[in-house]
């Protein structure tokens, strides 16, 4: 019986090489389809991100936000004022049930100095008209942290309360005046009829999370837990994979 000869197995060998690569070719192509889909809609917002104005509108989809662990507040405080509700919630302020303002921390103070409303957070100070018009935002504030803010008795300025010290505040020069043991007047609040709650708990934000912070967390698989970034680095494996064998197979064929 002949001999099999040198070039045919060698064809041999380079048919048996192309067969394996394309049956697991095909098996991480199945495997990473889902990822590199999932990589390339992600990739691709997050690079119009700015363009769509994503860095900046945040995110009011509530699976979303419990998924990072924010929940909408379960009750909220109204003062009335002018036959208006204004109502705190969390890190939201609002006129009845429009959204007028938003804070890194949860608004703690709301005041009507007539003929402003006046709200505060830990980090500012922010005036509006009655009508839910933002005037002027005070953000200089003498120490790191406010507690609450107030009225107090036969006077047009406003009390601010920090941990240790207290300062008031001309609402028109913003002129900031050390002072010691004023009262504040506690504002009258309001309970919040439900059907506003619910209309108010459906609007719940969260300032710094916006829809690129989310679309940048799935990209990096950071979205998904802990496991997540191995996910997408199994992805990435998966892609070379297939670059590498998709090359390799291309070759071998051109040199039968």
Do not use: N, Y
């Given at each position: 019986?002949?001999?099999?000869?040198?070039?045919?197995?060698?064809?041999?060998?380079?048919?048996?090489?192309?067969?394996?690569?394309?049956?697991?070719?095909?098996?991480?192509?199945?495997?990473?389809?889902?990822?590199?889909?999932?990589?390339s809609i992600t990739g691709i917002l997050a690079n119009h991100s700015s363009q769509l104005g994503w860095d900046r509108s945040p995110i009011s989809v509530q699976w979303i936000l419990n998924s990072y662990g924010f929940n909408a507040p379960e009750t909220y405080q109204g003062?009335?004022?002018?036959?208006?509700?204004?109502?705190?919630?969390?890190?939201?302020?609002?006129?009845?049930?429009?959204s007028v303002a938003t804070c890194s921390s949860d608004w703690h103070s709301v005041s009507w100095l007539d003929p402003m409303v006046i709200a505060s957070c830990a980090s500012k100070v922010e005036l509006f008209s009655t009508d839910g018009d933002r005037i002027e935002i005070f953000s200089a504030l003498p120490e790191g942290r406010l507690i609450k803010s107030g009225r107090i008795k036969n006077d047009g300025r406003l009390l601010l309360q920090f941990t240790q010290n207290q300062y008031l505040l001309d609402v028109d020069s913003f002129e900031v005046t050390a002072v010691s043991g004023y009262e504040m007047i506690l504002p009258q609040w309001q309970s919040v009829p439900?059907?506003?709650t619910q209309s108010l708990q459906s609007q719940f934000r969260v300032q710094d999370l916006t829809w690129e912070r989310f679309i940048l967390d799935v990209h990096a698989g950071r979205w998904f837990g802990g496991w997540g970034w191995l996910l997408m680095d199994l992805g990435a494996i998966f892609m070379l994979t297939l670059a590498l064998s998709g090359v390799v197979m291309y070759v071998l064929r051109r040199t039968r």
């Open positions: 019986m002949g001999s099999v000869s040198s070039p045919t197995i060698g064809i041999m060998k380079r048919a048996t090489i192309i067969r394996t690569l394309w049956h697991w070719h095909r098996r991480i192509g199945l495997l990473a389809c889902a990822l590199i889909i999932v990589l003062l009335a004022v002018d036959e208006h509700l204004w109502v705190i919630g969390g890190t939201q302020l609002f006129r009845d049930d429009v439900a059907p506003m």
